[in-house]
């Protein structure tokens, strides 16, 4: 007998009719009029404090007269950058035709509100998630799919608790106080904050991902050893997969395929010639994702700059030098194992430039921060002021032996190709036979209890991208 729950869906199935105009004309008004309230509606209730004056009068208007108690603080859904997306991708792919609209309410609710990703992704189509629930109602306990999946979240939790709010410490204190932690200091707190960031995201997706397998529902990944990158492109190939897919297939590409853009080619092949006025359409098209990615990761300047329009410019930069690249690789050894690692740190050092801007209050702040490596009369670079940074001796034990772990295990998964899945150490684990991989387990999880930062006195924070 099916339980209760599942017998009153199947009387009570509420039904959504199509469009049933067959007008395109009208389908097209009702689509974007959806999407636009859709994303104008996260727009508004994310980054109304952007707004000043209508965020004081809403506050007064709800009994709020400070910022720790503004309404729309408390009013926020926790994930709703995800969701909205990932619903607005679902209108746009019935619009499309790529799939047939849902008629049962129930299943379109679940698709949006699917618990283990609802908060940090990873994002996910109609047609790939709702397959895999489809999949799930046949999947029969397993206790070996359930240890697999205990693994994988015992780890997301100690990439999280051991090392991201470990390293938060440092990068808190480092980033506050930047009149006083000067010099190497800066960089110091913004490699730490790499490292806070990459765990506290990669680990969430650990545990959503975890989570999900014990359900018998397979999400995609969502990190591929991303600080392997030889290029800033591929690092964003291996870096908040989903996302980036998501904005190729529903932003850039549709784009490029609007009469503008069309025309726009048009008339700088006209211009500029065949082949390099092809490649204007594509800037700007990069440019318009770019600035949505920025915008999407915070609705201020700092992370539109951070997250957005810097990576356009070494994404644009790469693209224009790449004929010159092409004739100096094979002179300098572009094959050999040093100039891959050349690669690699180059790679990073960009990325860092832009996590100045993503972590920094706002603009004038993450310019102050690249000014106070230069400026003097800080704290001197010593044990003493490091560790009043808060990082003690222990702790950085701790956290560097956690760090060798982490980049042991993503060397391990690590393929070269830019869109090959990385290698599973959970397969390798369990190759090894069940007890490898159940001691596996209770080290990832003593470890965490013992080095976790957590408990009495400490305020655990978060993770990063459920505030997003």
Same mark, same amino acid.
Not at 213 to 235: A, D, R, W
Not at 366 to 374: P, S, T
Not at 386 to 391: A, H, I
Not at 438 to 458: D, K, P, R
């Given at each position: 007998?099916?339980?209760?729950?599942?017998?009153?869906?199947?009387?009570?199935?509420?039904?959504?009719?199509?469009?049933?105009?067959?007008?395109?004309?009208?389908?097209?008004?009702?689509?974007?009029?959806?999407?636009?309230?859709?994303?104008?509606?996260?727009?508004?209730?994310?980054?109304?404090?952007?707004?000043?004056?209508?965020?004081?009068?809403?506050?007064?208007?709800?009994?709020?007269?400070?910022? !720790?108690?503004? =309404?729309?603080?408390?009013? @926020? %859904?926790? $994930?709703?950058? /995800?969701?909205?997306? *990932?619903?607005?991708?679902?209108?746009?792919?019935?619009?499309?035709?790529?799939?047939?609209?849902?008629?049962?309410?129930?299943?379109?609710?679940?698709?949006?509100?699917?618990?283990?990703?609802?908060?940090?992704?990873?994002?996910?189509?109609?047609?790939?998630?709702?397959?895999?629930?489809?999949?799930?109602?046949?999947?029969?306990?397993?206790?070996?799919?359930?240890?697999?999946?205990?693994?994988?979240?015992?780890?997301?939790?100690?990439?999280?608790?051991?090392?991201?709010?470990?390293?938060?410490?440092?990068?808190?204190?480092?980033?506050?106080? !930047?009149?006083? =932690?000067?010099?190497?200091? @800066? %960089?110091? $707190?913004?490699? /730490?904050?790499?490292? *806070?960031?990459?765990?506290?995201?990669?680990?969430?997706?650990?545990?959503?991902?975890?989570?999900?397998?014990?359900?018998?529902?397979?999400?995609?990944?969502?990190?591929?050893?991303?600080?392997?990158?030889?290029?800033?492109?591929?690092?964003?190939?291996?870096?908040?997969?989903?996302?980036?897919?998501?904005?190729?297939?529903?932003?850039?590409?549709?784009?490029?395929?609007?009469?503008?853009?069309?025309?726009?080619?048009?008339?700088?092949?006209?211009?500029?010639?065949?082949?390099?006025?092809?490649?204007?359409?594509?800037?700007?098209?990069?440019?318009?994702?770019? =600035?949505?990615?920025?915008?999407?990761?915070? $609705?201020?300047?700092?992370?539109?700059?951070?997250?957005?329009?810097?990576?356009?410019?070494?994404?644009?930069?790469?693209?224009?030098?790449?004929?010159?690249?092409?004739?100096?690789?094979?002179?300098?050894?572009?094959?050999?194992?040093?100039?891959?690692?050349?690669?690699?740190?180059?790679?990073?050092?960009?990325?860092?430039?832009?996590?100045?801007?993503?972590?920094?209050?706002?603009?004038?702040?993450?310019?102050?921060?690249?000014?106070?490596?230069?400026?003097?009369?800080?704290?001197?670079?010593?044990?003493?002021?490091?560790?009043?940074?808060?990082?003690?001796?222990?702790?950085?034990?701790?956290?560097?032996?956690?760090?060798?772990?982490?980049?042991?295990?993503?060397?391990?998964?690590?393929?070269?190709?830019?869109?090959?899945?990385?290698?599973?150490?959970?397969?390798?684990?369990?190759?090894?036979?069940?007890?490898?991989?159940?001691?596996?387990?209770?080290?990832?999880?003593?470890?965490?209890?013992?080095?976790?930062?957590?408990?009495?006195?400490?305020?655990?924070?978060?993770?990063?991208?459920?505030?997003?």
């Amino acid at each position: 007998m099916r339980p209760l729950f599942q017998r009153f869906v199947a009387r009570n199935v509420v039904t959504i009719t199509p469009f049933p105009s067959k007008s395109n004309a009208l389908r097209n008004v009702a689509t974007v009029v959806t999407v636009v309230i859709n994303i104008a509606l996260l727009c508004f209730i994310k980054y109304y404090n952007v707004l000043g004056f209508a965020a004081e009068r809403l506050n007064l208007l709800f009994g709020a007269t400070q910022t !720790h108690n503004s =309404f729309f603080l408390y009013a @926020v %859904p926790v $994930g709703m950058s /995800f969701y909205v997306l *990932q619903t607005s991708g679902y209108i746009l792919d019935c619009r499309w035709e790529k799939i047939a609209p849902e008629k049962n309410f129930f299943k379109v609710l679940l698709f949006s509100t699917y618990f283990p990703q609802l908060m940090s992704g990873p994002m996910n189509t109609y047609a790939s998630l709702s397959s895999e629930f489809e999949k799930a109602k046949e999947v029969k306990f397993s206790f070996d799919r359930i240890c697999d999946g205990a693994v994988r979240v015992a780890w997301g939790f100690f990439k999280k608790l051991v090392i991201a709010d470990r390293a938060a410490m440092t990068v808190n204190q480092i980033f506050a106080d !930047h009149q006083t =932690f000067t010099g190497l200091y @800066v %960089p110091i $707190g913004v490699i /730490f904050f790499a490292i *806070q960031l990459y765990c506290d995201f990669s680990g969430c997706m650990e545990v959503v991902i975890g989570v999900s397998h014990m359900l018998g529902i397979e999400l995609p990944e969502n990190f591929n050893c991303p600080f392997f990158s030889k290029t800033v492109k591929e690092y964003w190939r291996r870096w908040h997969i989903t996302l980036g897919a998501w904005l190729r297939d529903y932003l850039m590409y549709p784009l490029l395929k609007s009469e503008p853009l069309i025309k726009l080619g048009d008339w700088s092949k006209a211009k500029f010639g065949k082949k390099n006025g092809k490649k204007v359409p594509t800037y700007v098209a990069l440019f318009v994702l770019w =600035f949505a990615v920025g915008y999407w990761h915070g $609705g201020l300047w700092n992370y539109v700059i951070g997250s957005g329009i810097l990576h356009f410019i070494y994404i644009v930069l790469g693209m224009i030098f790449e004929p010159v690249s092409k004739k100096i690789r094979p002179k300098i050894g572009a094959d050999k194992l040093y100039f891959r690692i050349f690669q690699s740190v180059r790679t990073f050092i960009l990325m860092l430039s832009g996590f100045v801007f993503f972590r920094s209050a706002t603009v004038m702040d993450a310019v102050d921060m690249y000014a106070a490596i230069f400026r003097r009369g800080g704290a001197a670079l010593n044990w003493a002021n490091f560790s009043s940074s808060g990082m003690d001796l222990k702790n950085l034990i701790v956290l560097i032996a956690a760090l060798l772990l982490v980049a042991a295990v993503d060397a391990y998964k690590y393929v070269p190709g830019e869109d090959d899945q990385p290698k599973s150490v959970i397969t390798f684990l369990r190759s090894k036979g069940v007890v490898v991989l159940w001691a596996a387990f209770m080290v990832i999880m003593v470890a965490t209890l013992i080095f976790g930062m957590y408990g009495l006195g400490y305020d655990s924070g978060s993770f990063i991208y459920a505030r997003i």
